[in-house]
């Protein structure tokens, strides 16, 4: 059973251009936790969704960004026009349900550039 | 790269007790370690951090030990509480401008009884 799988591991865009992050979790999980990590800091939470829901996106920015997770493939964290300030690690985490502890992915480093 | 290993996988202690969890890392040029605790359906919170250059950070009844020589750092909760049950992360990372990769534990479940 493989772990998490995010993707791409390191990923550069320019400021205006569109960021997709993919989060496979693991076999038989359908939660999905994003998480950013800015430089230096700790992980803060962004969105928790289950399969074609949303349940809470509170830590999410309200402009630009966006996350799904579709009945069929990955969960996706969109961020449009980035700009340097969303230079980070995202790291997604996956659990079979709601009460049970997640696992985590290893990150996707974005830099923009 | 980094390699993270964390135990025990569950930890079951008596309200009021002190509660240990340990983690080796791999990579001597890690320099920052958090941990992280996840409540049943919630995400995870930072409850703590430690950077290379202490070797113990304390908050409240929270504490974590870091011993670089050996390459393992613990977290430490005293006089534990109910409210305390959760799966707790440790991580490890360099932190270095702004190229930051961090590799986590698997997880140990924490149950305090009452």
């Known amino acids: 059973n493989a772990g998490v799988m995010q993707n791409p591991r390191h990923l550069v865009r320019r400021r205006g251009q569109e960021a997709r992050l993919r989060c496979s979790p693991m076999?038989?999980?359908?939660?999905v936790y994003w998480y950013r990590q800015l430089p230096e800091e700790g992980l803060k939470f962004m969105v928790y969704?289950?399969?074609?829901?949303?349940?809470?996106e509170s830590g999410m920015p309200k402009e630009r960004f966006s996350a799904e997770f579709p009945k069929e493939g990955p969960s996706i964290l969109r961020i449009q026009q980035v700009v340097r300030g969303d230079s980070a690690a995202y790291f997604c985490?996956?659990?079979?349900?709601?009460?049970?502890?997640?696992?985590f992915g290893q990150g996707t480093r974005l830099t923009v550039v | 790269g980094e390699n993270v290993e964390q135990h025990p996988s569950t930890l079951s202690v008596q309200e009021g007790d002190s509660a240990v969890i340990k983690c080796t890392y791999s990579?001597?040029?890690?320099?920052?370690f958090p941990w992280y605790k996840q409540e049943l359906g919630k995400g995870s919170q930072l409850i703590i951090d430690?950077?290379?250059?202490?070797g113990e950070k304390k908050d409240q009844r929270i504490a974590v030990t870091l011993n670089k020589t050996a390459k393992h750092f613990s977290l430490h909760i005293t006089e534990t509480q109910p409210e305390d049950s959760a799966v707790y992360f440790c991580?490890?990372?360099?932190?270095?401008?702004?190229?930051?990769?961090?590799?986590f534990g698997a997880g140990t479940r924490l149950t305090v009884k009452p």
């Open positions: 076999k038989g999980h359908s939660h």
């Open positions: 969704l289950q399969k074609e829901n949303i349940i809470d």
């Open positions: 991580a490890a990372s360099i932190v270095e401008d702004n190229n930051n990769d961090m590799r």
């Open positions: 430690i950077r290379s250059n202490v």
């Open positions: 990579d001597s040029a890690s320099n920052y």
């Open positions: 985490a996956s659990s079979p349900s709601r009460n049970t502890e997640a696992f």
